[in-house]
């Protein structure tokens, strides 16, 4: 059973961090990419970075760049999402997602996913 457990969401003020984790489960870790996804209330799901299997590559939502970062502990079947300099527009659900082998930045293409975590950044 493949399981996905994002953790670190929660409340925090513009201009503060948080950091995302997510455990994975029920793959083999090293053979898929991963993302970070994130929803808004009436909005679409949009990807806000990913990584590949190895970690050499990664790619970002341009509205993040200098912001957020994502790696992964491959030893520890482990993604994360470091988030700085928060703002309003920032809050939404927030999911990892994985996708064998290669990245893709559209949902539709990613095999697994985890329940998300809300990230709500005040004024």
């Known amino acids: 059973q493949v399981q996905l457990v994002e953790s670190g969401g929660g409340l925090v003020q513009t201009g503060g961090s948080l950091s995302l984790s997510c455990v994975v489960s029920g793959v083999t870790f090293k053979m898929y990419a991963m993302a970070w996804f994130r929803q808004a209330p009436g909005k679409e799901r949009e990807c806000v970075a990913a990584?590949?299997?190895?970690?050499?590559?990664?790619r970002y939502k341009e509205s993040v760049l200098g912001r957020f970062r994502i790696s992964r502990d491959n030893a520890n079947n482990t993604v994360y999402l470091q988030m700085n300099s928060l703002n309003p527009e920032d809050t939404a659900v927030y999911y990892c997602a994985c996708k064998y082998w290669s990245m893709s930045s559209s949902a539709g293409n990613h095999d697994y996913w985890g329940q998300g975590t809300q990230v709500t950044v005040s004024s």
């Open positions: 990584i590949s299997p190895s970690g050499d590559k990664r």
